[in-house]
């Protein structure tokens, strides 16, 4: 694994680059999600758990959302039934960790989901997912036009979902090597026009050497 080389750069770019790049936080970026799933091992295996507590402090910091040019709404999870105006996330103080419940986790855990209307709980038992109709009065009320996030491996990278007004992103290929998925970026030109840069996973790139 080689998480604490990539959580490095980007922070090294942050450092080079603090108007051009910013950073969101995940749901990992949490001490109770990334204690279980291999950061702290990484870190104590390499380095130390001092290491691994000091990564904790700076993830505690990162902002959550960020809106581009007005009109795109990014977020790490989803929407929230405790989101009312974009000031609220403004609001968070920070340092912070992320709570069971309410706005902040579910700005990091949510999930959207086409057999649903409304809010329903999620089956991950935290936070909620949420149907098309969510997204449509979110972005009507807040003069938007799409949400972007992440959160769900989708098999070609990127999936659309309530008629192109929410659109999941997926950016590391061939997931912990038990996804056959591509990985994709989302390009955002200055009329806000999208395209995507698609990665193949290992295994597609693979066949077609053959």
């Given at each position: 694994m080689q998480s604490i080389e990539t959580i490095c750069l980007l922070f090294a770019f942050k450092i080079k680059h603090p108007e051009q790049l910013?950073?969101?936080?995940?749901?990992?970026?949490?001490?109770?999600?990334?204690?279980?799933?291999?950061?702290?091992?990484?870190?104590?295996?390499?380095?130390?758990?001092?290491?691994?507590?000091?990564?904790?402090d700076c993830f505690n910091c990162m902002p959550i959302s960020g809106v581009i040019a007005d009109k795109i709404f990014c977020t790490h999870g989803g929407l929230s039934p405790d989101l009312y105006t974009l000031d609220q996330i403004k609001n968070i103080r920070r340092p912070t960790d992320i709570p069971d419940e309410g706005l902040l986790c579910d700005l990091l855990w949510s999930d959207p989901d086409p057999d649903s209307q409304g809010w329903t709980e999620s089956d991950r038992g935290v936070s909620y997912i949420f149907g098309s109709d969510v997204v449509d009065q979110f972005l009507k009320t807040h003069d938007l036009d799409l949400v972007c996030r992440a959160h769900q491996v989708v098999s070609d990278g990127y999936e659309f979902f309530a008629g192109r007004k929410l659109v999941t992103i997926f950016s590391a290929p061939n997931y912990c090597n038990e996804f056959d998925n591509a990985g994709a970026m989302l390009v955002v030109d200055e009329s806000l026009r999208c395209t995507f840069k698609v990665l193949a996973s290992s295994d597609k790139r693979k066949q077609s050497k053959k």
């Open positions: 910013y950073l969101l936080r995940g749901n990992h970026e949490c001490a109770s999600i990334n204690r279980i799933y291999g950061f702290y091992d990484e870190c104590k295996r390499r380095y130390s758990v001092k290491v691994w507590r000091t990564f904790g």
